[in-house]
């Protein structure tokens, strides 16, 4: 028997989920800014973790659509010191995370990206954002002292 929650949409119980995906931004960007990261951090997840990953979707035309995140996205916020905290703890726990740095909005594309982050120490890192996926109870403990994004 499969520990997956049944997301078939064939049942009327509410699904339940023994993982959760969070994103924490860091408190003080703009609104433009904490869109486009929360898009690129959680665009990493699936491919490391593909079981995030719902089936494809269809329109009553038959007409296909790409499949999303099985489950909800949860986005918090935090102060900077807050961020470093997180960032620490999903290191200490190997959970699945993506990192975005402030020296990444003055990059134009993925190669760039990768170099900007490549180039600065772990502890040294300006993080903006973090996504982590994993059991909810690690997930919970890496996001602790960040608030619900309003």
Known sequence: MSDAPDVSGTSDAPVRFDTKIAVVLREDLEPWQRLNVTAFLVSGLGM??????????????????????????????????????????VLSRSL????????????????????????????????????????????DKVVKGARMHP
């Open 96 to 139: 699945p995370r993506a990192v975005f740095t402030s020296d990444l909005f003055a990059t134009g594309n993925d190669r760039d990206n990768r170099a900007a982050v490549r180039a600065v120490g772990t502890g040294e890192l300006d993080l903006v954002g973090i996504a982590v996926y994993g059991p909810k109870n690690a997930v």
């Open 48 to 89: 490391a973790a593909p079981e995030v990953i719902g089936e494809n979707y269809e329109d009553a035309d038959g007409v296909r659509y790409l499949p999303m995140f099985r489950q909800p996205v949860l986005v918090f916020e935090g102060t900077k010191e807050t961020l470093t905290a997180a960032h620490a703890r």
